[in-house]
């Protein structure tokens, strides 16, 4: 179900990153080969919302470089809006390299200092864009980038909001950006602007220790509250009742499970976009399971957004559908 009142369903901005990703399982080390591709939370949501035929825009800022042109180039083949991504010529583009493997913890490591992305300022936000969608998406790993970032998070909550937009929030937490105090300040400083919070079961125990996240979120104010929570499932905090609805996992062989977070938002979004919006538990089960399913299909493959499906796959696989497409 499209509204055809806003050129846009979706958009989001953060800091886009080009992925090395180590091969033949080995850890980076001793690491011989790499794929490339891209990486970061609010692209792989874009990216996810895009192959399931919805109408999105990205923006943000890059280096003036190859890898800021590779991350350009991709976003637009995926169908997404990037009038928005800025070239930084004095700025690189941020790298993100990690491994993913067998049988031992996955490594991740960013060179992200002094990157285009951490100079995302207040000036650079597409006002037009911002007014003009369905719903803006943004994490705190962008606004934990620097204090200019934050400001730009900030505002542009701000602007959607005022212009009628629902706005998503899931603060995706990485310590390596900011210590736990630091986080508390940032989650309570945007969750203020949100109506739908995402977030990690572990996450929101940093945030608000001993206090129920549903509790937590609606006191500032957000409507929806999902808390994702690993091989346990998700739930959701229905707004008015106060009633929690669970739904499993879809259960797949685990191959690498960086993005599921991400994939699952995707999901969960694109099934509140196309009509499951009401805050009832029939509508609020094919939420999480259509996030549950996105996020498998995801942590089946490795890489962020490779196995990201198609709408019509999507759909095949909710029905029930063969295992085989011949």
């Not at 998700?234 to 707004?239: A, D, G, I, R």
């Not at 890489?303 to 990201?308: E, F, I, N, Q």
Request: with cysteine; hydrophobic share 40%.
């Amino acid at each position: 179900m499209t509204d055809e009142s806003h050129r846009y369903d979706v958009v989001t901005f953060g800091e886009p990153m080009v992925l090395l990703l180590a091969t033949d399982d080995l850890p980076l080390p001793i690491a011989q080969r790499f794929d490339y591709a891209l990486a970061g939370a609010e692209s792989n949501l874009a990216t996810g919302l895009a192959r399931l035929g919805h109408r999105v825009a990205y923006f943000g800022r890059v280096g003036a470089d190859s890898f800021g042109e590779r991350i350009r180039q991709t976003l637009r083949a995926e169908g997404i809006d990037v009038s928005g991504l800025s070239d930084d010529p004095q700025r690189p583009t941020g790298l993100l390299i990690r491994d993913s493997p067998r049988g031992r913890p996955i490594t991740v490591e960013y060179r992200r200092s002094g990157s285009a992305a951490t100079a995302l300022a207040p000036d650079n936000l597409p006002t037009g864009l911002l007014e003009d969608t369905r719903l803006l998406h943004v994490t705190g790993i962008t606004a934990a980038l620097s204090e200019s970032a934050l400001a730009a998070t900030e505002q542009a909550m701000a602007v959607a909001k005022e212009a009628g937009a629902a706005v998503s929030f899931d603060p995706n937490i990485r310590l390596r950006l900011a210590d736990p105090a630091r986080w508390q300040v940032i989650v309570k400083q945007l969750a203020t602007y949100a109506d739908i919070v995402f977030t990690g079961r572990d996450e929101a125990e940093l945030i608000a220790p001993g206090v129920d996240p549903g509790r937590w979120y609606t006191d500032l104010g957000v409507t929806s509250v999902i808390v994702k929570d690993g091989g346990e499932g998700s739930s959701e905090y229905l707004p008015g009742s106060g009633e929690v609805v669970h739904a499993g996992i879809r259960t797949v062989p685990l191959v690498d499970p960086v993005g599921a977070g991400d994939a699952f938002n995707a999901g969960w979004i694109s099934a509140w976009l196309d009509g499951a919006d009401a805050p009832t538990r029939e509508d609020s089960q094919t939420r999480l399971r259509t996030g549950a399913v996105v996020a498998s299909m995801v942590v089946a493959v490795r890489g962020d957004c490779a196995g990201l499906p198609t709408r019509q796959l999507l759909d095949q696989v909710l029905a029930g559908g063969s295992d085989i497409i011949r």
